[in-house]
């Protein structure tokens, strides 16, 4: 766009670079179907990394079969193992409890509220039903980001590089309801995805919005993909005032957790 022309006027922004980011917060482990990663496993590579906090987002158990208290076991059981190694590796990263929560073809989430209030927060993402027209896509995402216990919105567009487009939705009703709601959006690093797109990514910047930079780690050698979700936001203008994975734990927690 206009970069170049700045830049020769010394009037760029101070981008976000990976050593900024303190903590990766969509994170999957074996509890999820279609990831092997091991929880003390995930947690030794995030301290490594020196992130101060990270979120076990697994995906979310299916209501229709295990039920309203078979999900409420599985949320339990879950809590005791963060809150074990929580423990286990107390002074050295925080770990906390989330799930990525599916946003159904009616926009409703495929779990009720009184079980995402359990959680310290909660994912939303579009999984199904992705050849919606664009009014139907577009309230779909918008019921997600007005209920109370929906923290950001995951990989927005659900493009994959090479092998499906992105899906067809009004983004600028979509950003516009994300600062009406106080909400976030991701941008996911894995290299298929970078997902929310640096041209959207700039404009939902330029309206307001901050972003959450994640690896949505299913596999042990995805959490090296945070960097491309840096060049993403990088690309898109952001500085690392605009990335919530920038903040300490401690304002992480007065920012997001509290509210």
Same mark, same amino acid.
């Given at each position: 766009?206009?970069? %170049?022309?700045?830049?020769?006027?010394?009037?760029?922004?101070?981008?976000?670079?990976?050593?900024?980011?303190?903590?990766?917060?969509?994170? &999957?482990?074996?509890?999820?179907?279609?990831?092997?990663?091991?929880?003390?496993?995930?947690?030794?590579?995030?301290?490594?990394?020196? *992130?101060?906090?990270?979120?076990?987002?697994?995906?979310?158990?299916?209501?229709?079969? &295990?039920?309203?208290?078979?999900?409420?076991?599985?949320?339990?059981?879950?809590?005791?193992?963060?809150?074990?190694?929580?423990?286990?590796?107390?002074?050295?990263?925080?770990?906390?409890?989330?799930?990525?929560?599916?946003?159904?073809?009616?926009?409703?989430?495929?779990?009720?509220?009184?079980?995402?209030?359990?959680?310290?927060?909660?994912?939303?993402?579009?999984?199904?039903?992705?050849?919606?027209?664009?009014?139907?896509?577009?309230?779909?995402?918008?019921?997600?980001?007005?209920?109370? *216990?929906?923290?950001?919105?995951?990989?927005?567009?659900?493009?994959?590089?090479?092998?499906?487009?992105?899906?067809?939705?009004?983004?600028?009703?979509?950003?516009?309801?994300?600062?009406?709601?106080?909400?976030?959006?991701?941008?996911?690093?894995?290299? %298929?995805?970078?997902?929310?797109?640096?041209?959207? %990514?700039?404009?939902?910047?330029?309206?307001?919005?901050?972003?959450?930079?994640?690896?949505?780690?299913?596999?042990?050698?995805?959490?090296?993909?945070?960097?491309?979700?840096?060049?993403?936001?990088?690309?898109?203008?952001?500085?690392?005032?605009?990335?919530?994975?920038?903040?300490?734990?401690?304002?992480?927690?007065?920012?997001?957790?509290?509210?």
């Amino acid at each position: 766009t206009n970069e %170049v022309d700045l830049a020769s006027k010394s009037k760029l922004p101070n981008l976000v670079e990976l050593n900024d980011i303190k903590a990766d917060l969509h994170i &999957h482990t074996n509890d999820s179907p279609d990831s092997d990663n091991d929880l003390d496993e995930v947690i030794e590579k995030c301290i490594s990394f020196g *992130y101060e906090h990270i979120s076990i987002t697994d995906h979310v158990a299916s209501i229709q079969t &295990h039920g309203h208290d078979g999900i409420k076991k599985i949320i339990n059981q879950k809590r005791q193992k963060i809150n074990k190694a929580n423990q286990k590796y107390k002074g050295k990263i925080k770990i906390l409890l989330g799930y990525e929560v599916n946003i159904l073809s009616d926009g409703k989430l495929s779990w009720p509220n009184d079980l995402l209030e359990q959680l310290d927060y909660a994912i939303g993402g579009v999984h199904s039903a992705l050849n919606q027209d664009k009014e139907t896509m577009t309230n779909r995402i918008i019921s997600a980001i007005e209920n109370p *216990y929906i923290t950001f919105i995951a990989h927005p567009t659900n493009r994959l590089i090479k092998e499906r487009p992105s899906v067809n939705a009004d983004w600028d009703k979509i950003f516009k309801a994300i600062i009406e709601n106080n909400k976030f959006l991701e941008i996911n690093a894995h290299p %298929v995805r970078l997902d929310l797109t640096y041209d959207l %990514v700039k404009i939902a910047l330029d309206m307001g919005i901050k972003f959450f930079i994640n690896t949505d780690s299913h596999q042990m050698d995805h959490f090296d993909y945070m960097k491309y979700g840096i060049d993403t936001a990088r690309m898109g203008w952001c500085t690392k005032n605009d990335i919530i994975n920038c903040l300490s734990f401690e304002e992480f927690d007065k920012m997001i957790l509290r509210k």
